[in-house]
């Protein structure tokens, strides 16, 4: 039996509000369970460098988890000066993720930012974090479209995320932290709604495990982002009056 009772193949209850910042061109509010992100996108009428003059948008991304997020308030970064290598880590992926969706040429040269603010952490922050923001990212471009800045919508779909693990119930979706902290094997899948892989992170925590052990869980995955996508389809219909 899992600790918080639920089925192998059971996520989390997930909700996504939107318009939770008012200021930002799109937003949206995730809960996973006891895991909750804010997810807030931000357009500029600018690139990096690198993209200056090359016909070109920028998607990117920032990561952080409030001082109380867990159990034990933990130290903000901008005090200690430096981001950890968690963070960076985290960041980077919510952003290729994210970046697999979009026609960044279409997009002009426009920079869209996605900041994930993590409220409350109990497992799967990065995963929900993805997840969110794509709402937020979907939002803004069809705000960017509505207000005739964008002729369509640079979008190539969705993208989702959800970890699964190895424990002593055996193979299971959606871990939250008290499975989270003492799983055999750990995963996270970053995939699209058309069924394909943006990225899959599996690490063993004790023994390696079988290529078996890991199509059940590729197979979990699968089930709880079209949980997920369900989710993010009501919460832009919602949003747009559809």
């Known amino acids: 039996?899992?600790?918080?009772?639920?089925?192998?193949?059971?996520?989390?209850?997930?909700?996504?509000?939107?318009?939770?910042?008012?200021?930002?061109?799109?937003?949206?509010?995730?809960?996973?369970?006891?895991?909750?992100?804010?997810?807030?996108?931000?357009?500029?009428?600018?690139?990096?460098?690198?993209?200056?003059?090359?016909?070109?948008?920028?998607?990117?991304?920032?990561?952080?988890?409030?001082?109380?997020?867990?159990?034990?308030?933990?130290?903000?970064?901008?005090?200690?000066?430096?981001?950890?290598?968690?963070?960076?880590?985290?960041?980077?992926?919510?952003?290729?993720?994210?970046?697999?969706?979009?026609?960044?040429?279409?997009?002009?040269?426009?920079?869209?930012?996605?900041?994930?603010?993590?409220?409350?952490?109990?497992?799967g922050t990065r995963c929900a974090s993805i997840t969110g923001a794509w709402v937020a990212l979907r939002l803004a471009l069809g705000r960017l479209v509505a207000t005739n800045v964008l002729r369509q919508l640079p979008l190539r779909g969705q993208v989702a995320a959800v970890s699964c693990g190895l424990t002593a119930a055996g193979p299971v979706l959606d871990l939250d932290y008290a499975e989270d902290s003492i799983a055999a094997a750990d995963t996270n899948f970053v995939l699209t709604a058309d069924h394909r892989i943006v990225e899959i992170q599996a690490s063993a925590e004790d023994a390696p495990f079988t290529q078996d052990a890991y199509f059940r869980l590729f197979g979990l995955a699968q089930q709880g982002v079209s949980v997920l996508f369900d989710a993010q389809t009501a919460a832009i219909n919602a949003a747009e009056g559809l």
Not at 30 to 37: A, D, K, P, S
Not at 39 to 61: D, H, I, Q, Y
Not at 75 to 90: F, N, V
Request: hydrophobic share 35%; with cysteine; proline share 6%.
């Open 1 to 123: 039996m899992r600790p918080s009772g639920r089925q192998p193949d059971q996520m989390r209850p997930v909700s996504i509000e939107t318009g939770f910042a008012r200021h930002a061109e799109g937003s949206a509010l995730i809960r996973v369970g006891g895991t909750e992100v804010l997810c807030t996108a931000s357009v500029e009428n600018r690139v990096p460098s690198f993209l200056r003059g090359k016909g070109s948008g920028w998607v990117t991304a920032e990561y952080g988890m409030l001082p109380r997020a867990t159990h034990a308030r933990g130290p903000r970064e901008a005090a200690k000066g430096k981001q950890s290598g968690r963070t960076l880590e985290i960041q980077r992926l919510i952003g290729r993720s994210l970046r697999s969706v979009v026609d960044l040429p279409a997009l002009g040269e426009l920079s869209i930012t996605l900041d994930c603010d993590v409220l409350n952490a109990d497992g």
